[in-house]
C-alpha cells in the first residue's frame, strides 16, 4: 500500500469514529422486582437459619424407672369397654372413677334381666294386695270385729313379703354389679400408656393402664448408638414416646 492511499484513508477513520457520548441500558421493571425479592428471600434465609431449632427423632432402647412401682391396673371379667374417663398423663386422685367395663349382652343375661324384672313386678304387686288386706284387718280389729291372732297373721305376712322383696332386690344388685365393673384409681397419680380404647373388647386380668404415684419422677435410661450420640449435648431438652 502507498502513502497515498494510507494518507486518503485517515480521514475516513475518524470520520467512521464519532463520539456517541456514554451509553445506558435500560432493564424491564420485572428484572428490578425480581432482583430484590431474591435479595429479600436470600435475607430471610439466613435469619431462619439463625434463630431456627432442628429436631431429629430417633428410635433407641431403654427402660423408665421410678423410685416408686408404677401401678398396673387390670379388670376382674371379660367384657367391653363402654365408658373412658380419662387419658394419657391426667392426674388422678384416689377412689376417682378411671373406666367402666360391661359384659357383652348375651341371651342368657337377657334372661335373667327378664326374670328378675318380672318377679320383681309380681311381689310389688302382692305386697301392695297384702298391704290393703291388713289395714282393713286393723280397722276391723279397732271396732272389736276381728280377733287379735288375725292381725298378728296379716302382719308376719306383710313383713315376710317385704323380706321377700328386698332379698330379691339385694339379688338383682349383685346381678347388676356382676355385669359392670367400676375401675377406680387406687391412689393419687398419673395416667401412663394406656393399653386400649373405648368399646374395645377386653379380657380378665388383662393389663389396661399403668398408674404412676403422684410426687413421683421418672427417670429414663436409654442406650444411644455410637451414630445418634453425636445429637445430645448436656442440659439439652428431649421429648420421649415410649411402648
Do not use: C
Not at 492511499?5 to 470520520?15: D, N
Not at 456517541?20 to 424491564?28: D, E, Y
Not at 313379703?161 to 356382676?178: M, P, V
Request: charged content about 20%; cysteine-free.
Amino acid at each position: 500500500m502507498t502513502n497515498q492511499q494510507i494518507l486518503m484513508k485517515k480521514p475516513r477513520i475518524g470520520l467512521s469514529a464519532p463520539s456517541l457520548g456514554p451509553v445506558r441500558l435500560n432493564a424491564p421493571l420485572q428484572y428490578h422486582l425480581a432482583g430484590w425479592l431474591s435479595l429479600l428471600l436470600v435475607v430471610a434465609l439466613l435469619l431462619f437459619m439463625s434463630v431456627a431449632k432442628f429436631g431429629a427423632t430417633h428410635v433407641v432402647r431403654g427402660n423408665i424407672d421410678a423410685t416408686k412401682g408404677v401401678l398396673t391396673i387390670t379388670n376382674d371379667f371379660t367384657g367391653i369397654v363402654s365408658h373412658l374417663y380419662i387419658k394419657e398423663g391426667d392426674k388422678v386422685k384416689a377412689g376417682q372413677t378411671l373406666l367402666v367395663i360391661k359384659r357383652p349382652n348375651t341371651q342368657y343375661l337377657a334372661q335373667q334381666q327378664t326374670f328378675f324384672e318380672q318377679r320383681m313386678h309380681n311381689l310389688a304387686q302382692m305386697y301392695q294386695l297384702k298391704k290393703a288386706k291388713h289395714l282393713a284387718l286393723l280397722k276391723l280389729y279397732d271396732h272389736q270385729y276381728l280377733a287379735d291372732l288375725k292381725v298378728k297373721e296379716a302382719e308376719s305376712e306383710l313383713l315376710a313379703l317385704a323380706n321377700q322383696i328386698n332379698s330379691l332386690k339385694a339379688q338383682y344388685s349383685d346381678f347388676k354389679n356382676q355385669q359392670t365393673q367400676v375401675i377406680k384409681a387406687p391412689i393419687d397419680g398419673i395416667v401412663t400408656n394406656i393399653l386400649f380404647y373405648k368399646k374395645q373388647h377386653v379380657h380378665a386380668e388383662q393389663p389396661l393402664l399403668h398408674l404412676l404415684p403422684a410426687q413421683k419422677k421418672l427417670q429414663a435410661v436409654l442406650y444411644v448408638p455410637v451414630r445418634d450420640i453425636g445429637f445430645l449435648r448436656v442440659g439439652q431438652t428431649i421429648y420421649l414416646h415410649y411402648d
